[in-house]
């Protein structure tokens, strides 16, 4: 059984950092894409970053690239989400997912496995 748990998020202030972390387990990810996507009040959920488990290829959302970095833990199954110049508009619940198959979507709904979602809140 596929889990996937957030770690990280809190209240920091603007241009401020935050570190999340997705512990992935109940199977070997190997043949995954992994996402970070996250959902503001009255908004859809949206891409943030993914990264293919094996290769380590990442994409990002143009809203966060160059603030944002993905990466993965091998050793201790995670996937972890640097957010760097943090903006009050990042504000809102990140979550972790998962998808069988190398490409790295950004459509929510192709996405398997879910996390319960970590809050973050940028104060400006």
């Known amino acids: 059984q596929v889990q996937l748990a957030e770690s990280g998020g809190g209240l920091v202030q603007a241009g401020g950092s935050l570190r999340l972390s997705c512990a992935a387990s109940?199977?070997?990810?190997?043949?995954?894409?992994m996402g970070w996507f996250r959902q503001a009040p009255g908004k859809e959920r949206e891409f943030v970053a993914g990264?293919?488990?094996?290769?380590?290829?990442?994409y990002y959302a143009d809203s966060v690239k160059g603030r944002f970095a993905i990466s993965r833990d091998n050793a201790k199954n995670t996937i972890d989400l640097q957010m760097n110049s943090l903006k009050p508009e990042d504000t809102a619940v990140y979550y972790c997912?998962?998808?069988?198959?190398?490409?790295?979507?950004?459509?929510?709904?192709?996405?398997?496995?879910w996390g319960q979602g970590t809050q973050v809140t940028v104060s400006s």
């Open positions: 997912a998962a998808r069988s198959g190398r490409p790295i979507y950004t459509t929510w709904s192709l996405y398997d496995y």
């Open positions: 109940g199977r070997t990810f190997s043949g995954y894409a």
């Open positions: 990264i293919r488990w094996s290769g380590g290829s990442t």
